[in-house]
């Protein structure tokens, strides 16, 4: 079953509202989730590595303003986008790993297909 | 940072025969490099991995090469099924820590098997 629990898997909102995307570890803690991006027909784009208790940290082109990363326990990270814009719209994907340690598998959430009009 | 390219696109075949995915990855450093099967609208799950101090590994009807001086890794899907049609990620990763992987991935291919 899924490891990786993310919510909502869609919504809609118009331009220059914000959204909050939350992505949570099930049964397991993760101090560290990485957040993706997906446009159609695509690759997973790396935007942000969030770490508990400190700063996330953002892939370059990334502006940190706009995406805003908490990760405020260890089962849980938060993304919010602010101020969409229609160029926004993408399928946002978060991502944790199971056991401490490189090299261990990475679970993805299920997704957030965000649609800005 | 890493790149890792990924080849074919799209791949057809035919139901029962069999389906190679190629990926280059550039940073010597990374040692870990997982597949990812991807269904339309839904999450990347993860189908095998292979780290770099082995050179092969199999999971029925998929396995995964890896040769660290060419720095490639490719995925085998034999006698291929209809369900196996999806699009597929490879990725790599390099040590990052103690928490966890940061995956760069490759674009993708999306394989489709005619029934």
């Known amino acids: 079953g899924a490891v990786v629990s993310q919510h909502p898997s869609w919504v809609i909102c118009k331009s220059g509202t914000s959204v909050k995307i939350e992505c949570r570890s099930l049964?397991?803690?993760?101090?560290?989730m990485f957040w993706y991006r997906q446009f159609p027909k695509q690759s997973l784009m790396l935007m942000a590595t969030?770490?508990?208790?400190?700063?996330?940290?953002?892939e370059q082109g990334v502006e940190k303003d706009k995406f805003l990363i908490n990760h405020a326990s260890l089962t849980l990270s938060t993304l919010t986008v602010t101020s969409a814009h229609p160029e926004d719209s993408s399928f946002y994907i978060c991502?944790?790993?199971?056991?401490?340690?490189?090299?261990?598998?990475?679970?993805f959430g299920n997704g957030t297909r965000l649609t800005v009009t | 940072g890493e790149n890792v390219e990924q080849h074919p696109s799209t791949l057809s075949v035919q139901e029962g025969d069999s389906a190679v995915i190629k990926c280059t990855y550039s940073?010597?450093?990374?040692?870990?490099f997982p597949w990812y099967k991807q269904e339309l609208g839904k999450r990347p799950q993860l189908i095998i991995d292979?780290?770099?101090?082995?050179g092969e590994k199999k999971d029925q009807r998929i396995a995964v090469t890896l040769n660290k001086t060419a720095k490639h890794f490719s995925l085998h899907i034999t006698e291929t099924q209809p369900e196996d049609s999806a699009v597929y990620f490879c990725?790599?990763?390099?040590?990052?820590?103690?928490?966890?992987?940061?995956?760069?991935f490759g674009g993708g291919t999306r394989v489709l098997v005619k029934p």
């Open positions: 990725a790599a990763s390099w040590p990052f820590g103690a928490a966890g992987n940061k995956l760069t």
């Open positions: 292979i780290r770099s101090n082995v």
């Open positions: 991502s944790a790993g199971r056991e401490l340690g490189y090299n261990s598998p990475l679970h």
């Open positions: 940073d010597s450093a990374s040692n870990y």
């Open positions: 049964d397991f803690q993760a101090t560290t």
């Open positions: 969030s770490n508990e208790g400190s700063k996330a940290t953002y």
